[in-house]
């Protein structure tokens, strides 16, 4: 199994690349975005606080998520490995990853982090926002709490896998194909 962590903040193009790492290496995309965005969707009780958080720009409780990444995990247990895709993105998500991998001797390889400066970030929001269908991408003191959130509680996470020979580096800047060779020369180089 392969598993690799694509980190960045929100707007660097992580849910692009991770549709094109997924084709090309046969890997199972994990998106916590998308798990939490078809429960809201859902309406159900749980869908409503989720709603509130999401639309707020803020996290969703570190509980919520890891229930639904076991489930995702469990539920395809015989793919070739994952892409995580918004996850984790808080530290004791990270610990949890691991325990949670642990006993099925998997692990995560590597944490890919597409590096875009901030000031690049709002306007690539507003512009998907237009398409997206998504309230927490047209408002921008709301996407500006979601770059907070990142560089305060997110970014640590980058340490935790530092700390353990993992992290890896890709400028997110330049052409969709561009930033994709990028990642193909890191990931060819790991496996
Ligand atoms: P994304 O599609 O990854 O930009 O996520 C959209 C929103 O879903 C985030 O702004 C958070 O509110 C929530 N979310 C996604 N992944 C997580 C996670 N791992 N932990 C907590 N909240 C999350």
Not at 3 to 15: A, Q, T, V
Not at 63 to 80: A, G
Not at 92 to 114: D, F, G, R, T
Not at 156 to 182: A, L, N, T
Request: include cysteine; charge should be negative.
């Amino acid at each position: 199994m392969f598993n690799l962590i694509l980190f960045g903040p929100p707007g660097s193009g992580k849910g692009t690349q991770a549709t094109k790492i997924i084709e090309k290496y046969k890997l199972k995309h994990l998106s916590t975005g998308d798990l939490l965005r078809a429960e809201k969707k859902s309406g159900s009780e749980l869908g409503k606080k989720i709603a509130e958080l999401i639309n707020n720009g803020n996290l969703v409780p570190d509980e919520m998520v890891q229930e639904m990444v076991k489930t995702f995990v469990f539920n395809n247990k015989e793919c070739n490995g994952f892409i995580f895709d918004g996850f984790p993105r808080t530290v004791a998500q990270a610990e949890w990853l691991k325990e949670m991998l642990n006993p099925v001797n998997a692990e995560v390889n590597i944490l890919l982090h597409l590096h875009v400066d901030d000031n690049i970030l709002v306007e690539r929001i507003l512009e998907r926002g237009k398409s997206s269908g998504r309230d927490d991408d047209k408002d921008v003191s709301i996407i500006n709490n979601r770059i907070e959130v990142y560089h305060n509680i997110t970014q640590p996470v980058m340490d935790f896998y530092k700390s353990q020979g993992k992290y890896r580096k890709v400028d997110g800047i330049g052409s969709i194909d561009e930033v994709f060779d990028r990642i193909c020369n890191v990931i060819d180089s790991e496996t």
